[in-house]
């Protein structure tokens, strides 16, 4: 007979839930994917979400590092290097914890969320309807959960549908595609002079800020171009 009691996965919640409850929130936050990109020879660091420029974000700085080339060498995807290589450097986790004390050398890229919501909305719509097997993936099945019918190619979901899906989960705990964009961190009060960029005007504002912390002059342009986007009308600034 089968031992009454919690399951694995309950007691593996329990411990997850401890052991946060022991550590500083700001520093889990800073340590979460995306886990936060730190310049200890260039002294700042760059915070981001996803469907808010990260793409163009983590190519800015593999380029202030002069990693870009390698990251673009080892995948034409920057975030696969960010994610195998860079972030699992030896002590690169704990390096984060002087991030806080940068103040205004903290840049943090920001989407207007509405724009992000549609962003996040043709993202799974493609992949509902594009990709083989797409109604597989774990948020398709949950938006099709929620909406109380199976989703597939033939039965998608209106942006309306999926606004109401967002409307019912827990915005920090999700799928980073939709998670908010203030952190823990931001919440708590201890990135006050976080220098905030939103990309809707990053062609004007980041090379003010190279120029202000002493970095060096990027091509936006180039930069700012990523093989994952929706296409979409050329507008100013940068989308990701």
């Not at 990260?54 to 696969?80: D, I, M």
């Not at 959960?145 to 199976?150: N, T």
């Not at 309306?160 to 920090?172: K, M, Q, S, T, W």
């Not at 091509?219 to 009308?233: F, I, K, V, Y």
């Amino acid at each position: 007979m089968r031992a009454s009691g919690k399951t694995g996965l309950g007691r593996f919640r329990e411990r997850a839930s401890a052991i946060l409850s022991r550590q500083d929130p700001c520093e889990f936050s800073l340590r979460r994917s995306p886990v936060a990109l730190y310049s200890a020879e260039h002294e700042f660091a760059v915070l981001f979400t996803a469907k808010a420029g990260c793409t163009f974000a983590v190519k800015w700085f593999f380029y202030q590092e002069g990693l870009l080339e390698e990251a673009l060498a080892y995948s034409n995807w920057p975030h696969s290097y960010r994610i195998d290589v860079f972030i699992k450097q030896p002590g690169y986790r704990e390096s984060l914890d002087a991030v806080p004390k940068l103040g205004s050398r903290i840049l943090k890229f920001v989407r207007n969320p509405y724009d992000r919501a549609v962003s996040g909305y043709l993202h799974f719509s493609h992949i509902l309807h594009e990709y083989p097997h797409g109604e597989s993936t774990p948020v398709i099945e949950e938006i099709g959960e929620h909406l109380g019918r199976r989703l597939s190619p033939d039965s998608l979901f209106t942006f309306r549908e999926f606004v109401d899906y967002l409307g019912a989960i827990d915005l920090d705990t999700c799928n980073p595609h939709f998670r908010r964009q203030m952190s823990v961190c931001e919440r708590a009060g201890k990135l006050k002079e976080m220098t905030v960029i939103p990309i809707e005007d990053s062609a004007r504002l980041v090379p003010e800020v190279e120029f202000k912390l002493g970095l060096k002059q990027s091509g936006l342009a180039e930069l700012g171009r990523s093989a994952h986007h929706t296409t979409r009308a050329d507008v100013e600034g940068f989308y990701g």
